[in-house]
């Protein structure tokens, strides 16, 4: 009985891998890894940000990973890793809205970069007890087809 479970465990196992390793070859999994913006378009839900992306002012100075996520190399593929699990299952689904939503936790990366990259003219209109948001003015730079 008990090398009927371990038997049973292992198959459960590698049928959980191979369906993994799957989806992450058929989904183009691979390219993600990298920071080429053409792969953001590999779904077909994307292709208004990245058409968006092409034509706005930060093309020539920052890809899709530049204000997607952190500038840390952990940080980075956390979120890289954590957001390609959740754009799977919902494209896998079907259970996603459109045009998509940037979620609460990814808008919260944006703004950080922004802040990053823009550190200068940030701290001097950012007096406040409360941080400004700068995509709260400026959402549509990035993909200025998008409002």
């Known amino acids: 009985m008990r090398n009927l479970v371990i038997g049973l465990a292992f198959v459960a196992i590698g049928f959980a891998v191979g369906i993994g390793l799957f989806t992450f070859v058929y989904a183009e999994g691979a390219s993600y890894l990298v920071d080429d913006p053409a792969a953001c378009a590999n779904c077909h839900v994307m292709n208004p940000q990245y058409q968006g992306w092409v034509a706005s002012s930060h093309r020539h100075v920052a890809g899709c990973n530049?204000?997607?996520?952190?500038?840390?190399?952990?940080?980075?593929?956390?979120?890289?890793?954590?957001?390609?699990?959740w754009h799977s299952f919902y494209f896998t689904t079907g259970r996603f809205q459109e045009p998509i939503r940037i979620r609460e936790k990814n808008r919260r990366v944006t703004e950080r970069t922004c802040r990053e990259c823009h550190g200068?003219?940030?701290?001097?209109?950012?007096?406040?007890p409360e941080e400004m948001s700068c995509i709260r003015c400026h959402g549509s730079v990035g993909h200025p087809t998008e409002r």
């Open 66 to 85: 530049d204000c997607h996520t952190p500038h840390s190399f952990l940080s980075k593929y956390y979120v890289k890793a954590e957001n390609g699990f």
């Open 120 to 128: 200068d003219i940030v701290r001097m209109i950012d007096h406040g």
